[in-house]
């Protein structure tokens, strides 16, 4: 069955970096855009960046500069690495696999906390 693993949330410094991590499998990764997803207490859940299938990025202005993120198809996963971190970063972070006609697909969240 499509499963979607995070991995490397945790509490960090502001400043400070962390990489998450979201590996997939049963479903075909490599024909799928990948986003990052991140959602804050009391708030709607937000689009953080994205990549195509051919590796173009794009990313919301409030982590433009300070995130990346990245793919390794030969894995089946997709990265985000995240520094000068803001405690306005705090949040439930949730990778997805979306295409139309084919599937929409969530990881089950990693929570980032990011301390003043």
């Known amino acids: 069955q499509v499963q979607l693993v995070e991995i490397g949330g945790g509490l960090v410094q502001a400043g400070g970096s962390l990489r998450l991590s979201c590996t997939a499998s049963g479903f075909p990764f490599s024909g799928y855009p990948m986003n990052w997803y991140r959602q804050a207490p009391g708030k709607q859940r937000e689009l953080v960046a994205t990549?195509?299938?051919?590796?173009?990025?794009n990313y919301a202005d409030s982590v433009k500069g300070r995130f990346t993120i990245s793919r390794e198809n030969a894995k089946n996963t997709v990265y985000l690495q995240m520094n000068s971190l803001k405690p306005e970063d705090t949040a439930v972070y949730y990778c997805?696999?979306?295409?139309?006609?084919?599937?929409?697909?969530w990881g089950q969240g990693t929570q980032v906390t990011v301390s003043s």
């Open positions: 990549i195509t299938r051919a590796g173009n990025t």
């Open positions: 997805n696999a979306n295409r139309p006609a084919w599937g929409d697909y």
